[in-house]
């Protein structure tokens, strides 16, 4: 979708900086969000519809929303739309733990279930996948445009680069497709390029600065310069 | 449309940010019910957020990075397929599943940007710093790189660099192999490992000689 | 960035959106120091506000309209220059310096939208509404105005009916001269202006037949 | 400037939810803010001064605002960097109204000037200007692109457009050039086309809808197809 997260190349967003320190996590509710990614893909989402979820925030939600409370939205909304959990049993907690902000959670846990979440995090969940297309459509060194798409749903084809030329500079194995993914309708596995792009072909020959960008990107979102 | 108080049209109802009390809670009811449901408990979330604040970090990429420096043929290796050149060093796992490393030189300087959201190579670099994952810097990293490093970094980067700016926007994770800094030739990979920030791999640092 | 009080940070520091009686108050500010300076007054003001409240508004685009439909030469001089015909009615004035008028028919609708900002043609529509004007209507008219027409408007069009969105992005300022309904043949001028909304000459209305 | 304020064919921004009847001004600040247009323009600013101000409002500031809390920023911060006002005058008086909101305005004013304000909106400010350039570079019926452009400053031409063919169906006069103007480096008058781009063009063949969009277009934004 044209949303707010699509952020590449937006002005009038202040200064980036950046502190000389700071924790992993700066306090219990961020620790708790972070924790909760394996529940949620095992509760049957995945990590496309995480990412969605993040992009539906209201722009101003989004601005101004710290980084693990997009955690914690993505995970409520995509949660209750698919009924694993509903609206109404959350506000009732939330309630509670509003008039109750230091009461712990229920206590205990099962190690092997622990130790299982541990070893995801080591071993990774890799999208790459074997594709039956075997025969890349473009090569390194070919000029590729990427398609003027603009998707209502989830797309990793960002504004800045549509409609713009590259050069292939890798191809990789195929991916799981994201645009599919995120919607639940099937893995579509697609063969991922990177693609060099000049600073004067995303930007103009007026913009301040010359550099390479260097953009991954799907097959499907590709066609031949 | 809402209305505010003076009874002025407000595109956008409600207040922000939302309160600190209520994303807490909020987490806490959303947790407590995936605990009902048997998908998590107290114990998975302390294992989980212990991995990342006390061994996951960094301190794991320069490692690898003080390897590449000190030993060539593990250097081309990594340049060739970091996944697997870090698995020899038992590094690797989730959101590093299949890693890129692109080296700086005297001539090209690299460095990564999650235009989209905040993708990032966890096994070697930890979790991302906030401003990563911020909009200011993901806005303006791909439009006016050479600006963002000199005046938000202070990296005053030669004109004649070639910087070339790596938008993680798959599931392929960069990250950068900075030079390494004269003056260091007698250093053991071990001295070496303490040079190398985590900026410096992000490419928003250089890696500085030691003093 | 800065911080919240769970120490979270957060790109952006303050509340949104702002107190009524904080904007309140520097209305009140600048209005005062604009005073001292002699460049406007309370008499100025209220002159000012009174003219858009009490004068200028869709009630002059609807005198137009009507004589438009009852007077075929008025129509074509119209279609030909909008400033000038409406000129002959005394209608003219700020934001409507180079009006063009866009007819609507059975087989085209047009309808108005500034996605920059909020350009309109005052001195026939008077003051814009405040969803013209809004993020909402800005983003979605020039990509999917049927949907928009027919979810936020009710006006359901063919699907044959071609669909042209003028996007005021200069100083031309665009209004539409809404289809006559059936139904009106014996109605006088005047009766055919109470007939003329002001939504049906942004183009997101159409002007019913009498009931 | 890529800014919030550039909207076209954004999404996530809600329902448009049009009132069914709404005053012309919904309180006293939005007539006082309105009525300070003529003043602010006669203190030295311009209407792409104006503009441009509300432009560089925060993302968040723009899109949690009210309508013409954008006018009184602009106002403000134009005013301020032309040195009629200053921030520590406009931050005392700030203050004083919050401790005194009900204290009335300066009483007053002057017959004749307020008469001529309003002869200043019933005669308008054209910033339609005799060009130089008597040949247009474009004719009704021409195939022309829109530049790949992306100014810093304000310019009128929108990021949806950029990179786009349409074809020229009106050629207008001169007008004052929005991109110089708001930086007062000159009013630069230049022909404004009207350009029709077909739906498919801006948002694909994918988009859900079919239809056109008519834009009008300084000449230094075009080039030919």
């Known amino acids: 979708m044209n949303g707010v997260h699509d952020l590449g190349g937006m002005e009038g967003l202040g200064a980036v900086d950046p502190p000389a320190q700071e924790p992993v996590f700066y306090n219990d509710w961020e620790r708790r969000t972070f924790a909760m990614f394996i529940p949620f893909v095992l509760s049957g989402a995945n990590l496309d519809m995480f990412r969605h979820g993040i992009e539906r925030l209201h722009p101003v939600q989004y601005l101004t929303g710290r980084y693990?409370?997009?955690?914690?939205?993505?995970?409520?909304?995509?949660?209750?739309?698919?009924?694993?959990?509903?609206?109404?049993?959350?506000?009732?907690?939330?309630?509670h733990y509003l008039e109750h902000p230091d009461e712990a959670m229920p206590d205990g846990g099962d190690a092997d279930q622990a130790e299982h979440y541990l070893k995801i995090?080591?071993?990774?969940?890799?999208?790459?996948?074997?594709?039956?297309?075997?025969?890349?459509?473009?090569?390194?060194?070919?000029?590729?445009?990427v398609k003027n798409i603009?998707?209502?749903?989830?797309?990793?084809?960002?504004?800045?680069?549509?409609?713009k030329e590259g050069v292939v500079t890798e191809v990789y194995d195929a991916f799981v497709f994201p645009d599919t993914?995120?919607?639940?309708?099937?893995?579509?596995?697609?063969?991922?390029?990177?693609?060099?792009?000049?600073?004067?072909?995303?930007?103009?020959?007026?913009?301040?600065?010359?550099?390479?960008?260097?953009?991954?990107?799907?097959?499907?979102?590709?066609?031949?310069? | 449309?809402?209305?505010?108080?003076?009874?002025?049209?407000?595109?956008?109802?409600?207040?922000?940010?939302?309160?600190?009390?209520?994303?807490?809670?909020?987490?806490?009811?959303?947790?407590?019910?995936?605990?009902?449901?048997g998908v998590t408990s107290e114990l998975a979330v302390d294992k989980i957020a212990e991995m990342y604040e006390r061994e996951?970090?960094?301190?794991?990429?320069?490692?690898?990075?003080?390897?590449?420096?000190?030993?060539?043929?593990?250097?081309?290796?990594?340049?060739?397929?970091?996944?697997?050149?870090?698995?020899?060093?038992?590094?690797?796992?989730m959101q590093g599943e299949d890693m890129v490393v692109i080296e700086n030189t005297g001539d090209v300087h690299n460095a990564i940007v999650c235009t989209l959201c905040s993708c990032y190579p966890w096994p070697?670099?930890?979790?991302?710093?906030?401003?990563?994952?911020?909009?200011?810097?993901?806005?303006?990293?791909?439009?006016?790189?050479?600006?963002?490093?000199?005046?938000?970094?202070?990296?005053?980067?030669p004109e004649q660099t070639e910087i070339r700016i790596w938008d993680t926007s798959a599931e392929v994770r960069y990250w950068v192999l900075p030079q390494r800094p004269p003056g260091t030739e007698d250093m053991t990979e071990e001295q070496l490992r303490e040079l190398v920030s985590r900026d410096s791999m992000i490419g928003v640092g250089l890696v500085a000689a030691p003093a």
């Open chain 1, 68 to 95: 693990y409370e997009h955690w914690l939205h993505t995970f409520e909304s995509n949660l209750v739309a698919k009924g694993v959990i509903s609206e109404e049993e959350l506000e009732q907690r939330t309630q």
């Open chain 1, 121 to 145: 995090y080591e071993a990774g969940a890799s999208t790459r996948r074997e594709t039956s297309n075997e025969t890349p459509a473009f090569g390194v060194g070919d000029r590729v445009r």
């Open chain 1, 150 to 163: 603009h998707p209502s749903g989830h797309t990793r084809c960002a504004r800045y680069v549509r409609g």
């Open chain 1, 181 to 225: 993914n995120s919607k639940e309708q099937g893995e579509d596995p697609a063969r991922v390029y990177n693609v060099e792009f000049d600073s004067t072909e995303l930007w103009g020959s007026g913009n301040a600065e010359r550099h390479k960008v260097l953009f991954d990107l799907w097959e499907p979102y590709l066609e031949a310069a």
């Open chain 2, 1 to 37: 449309m809402t209305t505010t108080e003076s009874g002025s049209p407000a595109p956008v109802s409600g207040t922000f940010p939302v309160t600190d009390e209520e994303i807490a809670a909020r987490v806490k009811a959303l947790e407590s019910l995936l605990i009902d449901k």
């Open chain 2, 56 to 93: 996951v970090g960094p301190h794991l990429g320069a490692a690898v990075v003080a390897r590449a420096w000190t030993d060539p043929e593990f250097k081309q290796r990594l340049l060739d397929d970091a996944t697997e050149a870090c698995r020899e060093m038992g590094i690797g796992g």
């Open chain 2, 124 to 157: 070697t670099l930890g979790l991302p710093p906030n401003w990563y994952k911020a909009p200011a810097y993901r806005a303006r990293m791909v439009k006016e790189p050479r600006t963002v490093l000199r005046e938000e970094f202070g990296v005053d980067l």
